[in-house]
């Protein structure tokens, strides 16, 4: 029962369980909206995309916080963590880190340990299986790019006045609105590289051992394990597992953004290329 008191759902039962599928509901629409901003991260070249990633961030940062009432209401810590774990993720999102780090503590204070049914099962309690593995990295990842933002606004701040000083112009114009360049959040690829630099740390290749791997021959080192693996295949099999590429996706691989968007607009993309 979410850790909803029993005294709330024996007084208001009704309309307590209808407050928690409403909360529910609310929650997996912030999974959708997730889901969806990933899916554009990863296919960069979708030009007739309706909206950008930040109106999907936006609209789960609402669900988020509506979420978060009905939790404060229905009086569950399991609830509370997950609103929490969901405003942190759209914060982060629309760059906002510092609110995003203060809602993933929060996630971590109100969460709580899973439980073991009477048959033995474990009993999922607070935040789901994939967000207790990804919170702590989620909040270190606000707390740096803060920290990283705060020093480049110093350093912006002070370039503006030396220039203000040198031009006579004022401050302002000198800063301008959007002083501090801020690259986007992508804190899921972030986490496996984490995890695949994790997994390597440590270990030594086998021509020089003296050499740990950095990020360019862990990248080496997968690279060739795939093609051991792929030639290792038939050629059945490797014809099954063989990767196909639009005209359009070849476009954006071979020159840039706005010439496959060009392309698109003048010719849909009808023939299919093998990419092995």
């Known amino acids: 029962d979410w850790g909803i008191p029993e005294q709330l759902l ?9 407050r928690q599928m409403q909360l529910q509901t609310y929650l997996m629409h912030c999974t959708v909206l997730q889901n969806t901003v ?16 930040i ?28 609103c929490e774990y969901w405003a942190g993720r ?16 929060a996630a971590l204070l109100h969460d709580v340990e899973n439980g073991v049914k009477k048959n033995g099962d474990v ?48 401050i302002e114009a000198c800063l301008g609105e959007n002083m501090v ?8 690829r972030d986490r496996v590289v984490q995890l695949a630099r994790h997994k ?6 086998p021509d020089e051992e003296a050499w740990l791997l950095t990020d360019n021959k862990l990248g080496q080192t997968l690279e060739e394990q795939a093609q051991a693996q792929w030639k290792a295949q038939d050629e059945t099999v490797q014809a099954m597992h063989r990767r196909t590429l639009s005209r359009e996706e070849w476009w954006y691989i071979k020159r ?14 009808d023939q299919e290329t093998t990419f092995e």
């Open 123 to 170: 009993q999922l309690r607070g935040l789901r299986p994939s967000e207790k593995a990804d919170v702590r990295f989620l909040r270190d990842s606000c707390k740096a790019r803060h920290r990283n933002y705060e020093r480049q606004r110093e350093h912006f701040a002070r370039l503006g006045e030396r220039h203000s000083w040198e031009t006579g112009l004022p």
């Open 181 to 188: 360049p801020s690259s986007p959040w992508v804190p899921d």
């Open 90 to 105: 759209a914060c982060g999102g629309m760059q906002d880190y510092q609110t995003a780090e203060s809602h993933f503590k």
């Open 55 to 82: 109106w999907y961030y936006e609209k789960m940062r609402s669900l988020a916080y509506r979420a978060r009432q009905i939790a404060e209401m229905l009086e569950s810590r399991d609830l509370k963590a997950r």
């Open 256 to 269: 840039d953004v706005k010439a496959a968007q060009h392309h698109k607009s003048q010719q849909s993309p």
């Open 38 to 53: 990933r899916e554009l991260q990863h296919k960069p070249w979708i030009g007739d995309a309706a909206h950008s990633t």
């Open 200 to 205: 390597y740390d440590g270990k030594k290749e």
């Open 10 to 18: 024996e007084d208001d039962g009704f309309r307590t369980r209808i």
